[in-house]
């Protein structure tokens, strides 16, 4: 638990090297802005001086198992304010959603702790504090997988399959997007693009697997095989995305890596197998040995 929350905290940290963030206003009100909360204050040289040292003493804490109801807000409310700060220019983009999701769910379950603690009532699958804030946040983070292919089969009428081969399309607007921004060079994309949309069949097989990848994510949460499983190939998908539309998913990926895939345990684990294989005593065999 305590390498599944440095990986958390690490993420989280991560994202916080964009502050100050060089946004100093909200001009178009998007999320918390729209309700007339103000996260300019977030721009202010002077103030994230202290504010993002004091997020990373808190992020140590957290890793340790101090209070993250306590732990998790200067972090959290980082993450939200640079959020809607970005989305508050006039577009918007969910690049650092995954953390807040997390971080909140982490929070919310540090809440219920100690409500259920005061109250006298054990916490949801006999957990502890620290466990619960885990798998909450193992669930919200796959529970945003399944909302994504629900949306994609409301919005395409059912017919999100049959909408792959334009795929192609969506791939010349990414690479596109990402050259005028970046200067990133669309490299081979191009005939890939084309390459669907000729080749319906070959889209609707490469790229429709990840529908139900997604739409099943929930059976990550039934034991650590299946969480390997999902994460392995969630993790596999986000990577092919990435360099086939310059689409970064880094947030995410490195939550599946310490939430999901967790090879720290998997090794572990292995190395424990091949200890109790070789501590096994051996049975004696009389006739192997010639004994009458």
Not at 50 to 64: A, D, E, H, K, T
């Amino acid at each position: 638990m305590v390498l599944m929350r440095f990986g958390v905290a690490m993420v989280t940290w991560s994202s916080m090297k964009f502050l100050p963030s060089p946004l100093h206003s909200q001009p178009v009100p998007h999320g918390l802005a729209a309700w007339g909360v103000d996260f300019t204050w977030l721009s202010d040289p002077e103030l994230c001086a202290w504010f993002v040292p004091f997020c990373g003493v808190s992020l140590l804490l957290y890793i340790v198992g101090v209070w993250p109801v306590l732990t998790l807000i200067a972090p959290l409310l980082a993450i939200v304010g640079q959020g809607v700060l970005s989305n508050s220019q006039g577009a918007i983009h969910h690049t650092s959603q995954v953390i807040a999701v997390a971080l909140l769910a982490g929070w919310l379950a540090g809440v219920w702790s100690v409500v259920a603690r005061r109250s006298n009532k054990p916490l949801p699958g006999a957990f502890n504090p620290q466990q619960l804030g885990l798998d909450w946040m193992r669930q919200i983070l796959i529970a945003g997988y399944v909302v994504s292919a629900l949306m994609k089969l409301i919005d395409s009428g059912g017919d999100w399959l049959g909408n792959t081969p334009y795929f192609g399309l969506q791939i010349e607007k990414s690479t596109g997007m990402a050259f005028h921004a970046n200067l990133e060079p669309p490299e081979n994309a191009a005939w890939l693009a084309q390459y669907f949309i000729d080749h319906p069949l070959m889209a609707k097989i490469t790229i429709g697997f990840g529908l139900p990848l997604e739409l099943f994510a929930f059976l990550a949460l039934l034991n650590r095989r299946m969480a390997l499983f999902f994460g392995l190939a969630l993790y596999a998908f986000h990577t092919i995305i990435t360099e086939v539309m310059h689409l970064g998913f880094a947030y995410n990926r490195m939550l599946l890596l310490f939430l999901f895939i967790n090879p720290v345990w998997w090794l572990v684990e292995f190395a424990r197998a091949i200890l109790r294989r070789f501590s096994r005593p051996r049975k004696f065999d009389a006739d192997a040995a010639g004994v009458p």
